[in-house]
């Protein structure tokens, strides 16, 4: 029987192969691998994609929040509110400017920031929020939009999870000032390496991050701020520009497969066991980069899975505010309860718009198989 993949990269590319090919052929063929047309019309797709009026390529998602960090004027002596249960990467952005993290609890059942948490973190050296975004689910938005207003500040939408993904029917990125996105090889909308980009509906911003990501200038040999090289490959534009006309259709099978995942979930034996999902906010719609679940005896089970030929993953054991680099950030162990509980149940199961019902079907008959064992010991 074939071997369960956690993500099947090679069958996904293998159908849009000729398509990529022939764009990777012209960008050898012209030679301009830096700033070559076709960035500006991946950032010109994407915005449409998106429906942002602006998106400015980066380097990378780590970059691409860095960036709009800096273009919010975020620096030192500022504070950055943010959820411990996310990748490290937002936190790393945040110190990068200088500015602090301050981590916050998340919601117990949507995982996703929560709004009364960041009310009560704030201070006077509060310089923004960052709404993550985690595991391809909006966060409320509306909730988040009314404490950032209280005290005027800033909202940055971590998107690297999110393409696609909707809150209120308005797409990821055009929900706070400016949002990052990343296209590691595995995100919904993945590059052949490291890839990233920033959007905003702000045209100001716009261009101080266009400045930003190409040494702070727009011209060869002015240079209008100090910026960094945190420009988006030509041949990495080449390959989303793409894979983006798939997109769409990539991610409406991935709410597919999701929806039959859940419509196993809330059957026994996975019901009383539990096996519990990441609920959606009012309006949002996730388009399910990864298919989590929270669930008792997490590593046994997970070993069980391994054992039987499902494959997993964790994201993310270990919160940012008990990370070894960030520890003197936080009050250590027992600070974070929620995050804390969460961060030792979460599991990945395998999701990508290459598998079937019927891959569904069956890893939930292991998964199913896995928990009456475990049951029964």
Not at 144 to 158: F, G, H, K, S
Not at 168 to 185: C, R
Not at 205 to 234: C, M, P, Q, S, W
Request: charged share 20%.
């Amino acid at each position: 029987m074939k071997a369960i993949p956690f993500l099947d990269l090679q069958t996904l590319h293998a159908s849009i192969a000729g398509e990529l090919n022939d764009a990777m052929a012209k960008v050898m063929q012209h030679g301009q691998f830096i700033m070559g047309p076709e960035v500006r019309r991946f950032e010109h797709q994407f915005a449409n994609f998106t429906g942002a009026r602006a998106a400015i390529g980066c380097a990378n998602g780590t970059a691409a929040l860095h960036a709009a960090l800096c273009a919010l004027e975020v620096g030192p002596g500022k504070e950055v509110i943010l959820p411990s249960h996310t990748f490290i990467a937002t936190a790393e952005a945040v110190l990068l400017t200088g500015a602090r993290p301050v981590f916050v609890e998340v919601d117990e059942e949507t995982m996703l920031i929560d709004p009364a948490k960041v009310r009560a973190a704030f201070s006077a050296r509060t310089a923004a929020i960052i709404a993550v975004h985690l595991y391809g689910m909006p966060c409320d938005m509306d909730a988040l939009r009314a404490v950032a207003a209280e005290r005027n500040v800033p909202i940055a939408e971590d998107a690297a999870q999110a393409h696609g993904s909707t809150y209120k029917k308005k797409q990821a990125g055009t929900l706070g000032a400016v949002a990052s996105f990343s296209f590691f090889p595995g995100k919904n909308l993945g590059a052949f390496g490291d890839a990233g980009a920033v959007t905003t509906n702000d045209p100001t911003l716009a261009r101080t991050l266009r400045l930003y990501v190409n040494h702070g200038r727009e011209a060869k040999f002015e240079h209008l701020i100090v910026g960094n090289n945190y420009r988006l490959d030509t041949v990495q534009a080449a390959v989303l520009g793409v894979k983006l006309r798939h997109l769409e259709n990539w991610n409406l099978q991935r709410q597919r497969l999701a929806a039959r995942y859940l419509e196993h979930f809330s059957q026994e034996p996975f019901a009383s066991f539990p096996v519990r999902v990441q609920a959606a906010p009012a309006g949002a719609a996730s388009t399910y980069h990864l298919m989590v679940v929270r669930i008792p005896r997490r590593d046994e089970i997970m070993d069980e899975l391994h054992k039987r030929g499902v494959p997993t993953g964790l994201h993310y054991p270990i919160p940012c505010h008990l990370q070894p680099a960030l520890r003197e950030l936080s009050d250590g162990p027992g600070s974070l309860v929620v995050t804390e509980k969460i961060a030792q149940q979460v599991l990945s199961l395998p999701m990508c718009p290459t598998f079937t019902l019927d891959d569904v079907d069956r890893i939930c008959d292991i998964f199913r198989a896995v928990i009456i064992h475990s049951k029964a010991r």
